[in-house]
């Protein structure tokens, strides 16, 4: 009897888990939308103001709606291949950061679809965001520095998880590569984290090579 509710209760969990039934769950803004495109016509509100009005709040609706689903589908394929590939770090490192321009692109991609569904000019607003971009690329350039250091460990692999390596003064065996930083275990147990931006800049000894 318990075997066979433990064996329902995993199904259920693996049910809850599928992409479809999250995607499913996380359609709220969909409902919202459908809901705001209907209203006036079903509440007989007069003047196409009204309708105007539940146009836009559908276009953010349903913009805001592919962002979720965005994530949901990234999300997913982004656990299932850490998941089954724990051990590899520079590999989970490499999907997680591609996993982070998906996200970026699509969430640019979906607000141009929404701004050009609206009869916004695109180009003058792509100009000023350029510019706002660069500033902002120059506000945050040592968080860009890491991100871009760790996409070259991965490629260059001057080391990777379970090397021993010693940097300056410090030795011991590499735990984790994330998109900011590098963690090594020193040879007395404390955690050591390099910045990956100061960490190409100094000189590695990798022991394991």
Same mark, same amino acid.
Do not use: C
């Given at each position: 009897? !318990? *075997?066979?509710?433990?064996? @329902?209760? *995993? ?11 999250? +995607? ?10 459908? +809901?705001?495109?209907?209203?006036? =016509? ?5 003047? !196409? ?21 965005? *994530? ?7 656990? =299932? ?10 590999? @989970? %490192? %490499?999907? #997680? ?5 998906? $996200?970026? %692109?699509?969430? +640019? /991609? ?9 009869? +916004? ?5 792509? %100009? ?22 760790? /996409?070259?460990?991965? /490629? ?16 011991? #065996?590499? !735990? ?6 590098? $963690? @090594? =275990? ?18 590695? $000894? *990798?022991?394991? $090579?």
């Amino acid at each position: 009897m !318990e *075997n066979s509710l433990k064996s @329902v209760e *995993n199904g259920l969990k693996s049910i809850e888990n599928t992409l479809a039934v999250k +995607i499913l769950r996380g359609s709220f803004f969909l409902v919202l939308a459908l +809901i705001a495109s209907y209203v006036p =016509r079903v509440l007989g509100l007069p003047g !196409e103001q009204a309708q105007k009005t539940a146009d836009i709040a559908a276009t953010l609706a349903l913009f805001m709606q592919g962002v979720i689903w965005a *994530n949901i589908i990234i999300g997913y394929y982004i656990q =299932r291949y850490v998941s089954s590939h724990a051990a590899d770090g520079s590999s @989970v %490192t %490499t999907f #997680k950061a591609i996993g982070v321009v998906a $996200r970026l %692109t699509v969430w +640019i /991609i979906l607000g141009v679809v929404a701004l050009g569904s609206r009869d +916004i000019q695109i180009r003058p607003l792509l %100009t000023g965001l350029g510019i706002g971009g660069l500033a902002i690329a120059l506000a945050v350039q040592n968080i860009l520095g890491d991100l871009f250091a760790a /996409i070259s460990i991965v /490629i260059d692999k001057p080391f990777v998880v379970g090397d021993a390596i010693s940097v300056e003064n410090y030795r011991g #065996k590499v !735990e984790s590569i994330g998109l900011k930083t590098t $963690r @090594v =275990r020193s040879e007395s147990g404390e955690q050591i984290i390099f910045s990956n931006g100061e960490l190409l800049k100094s000189k590695i $000894r *990798n022991y394991s $090579r």
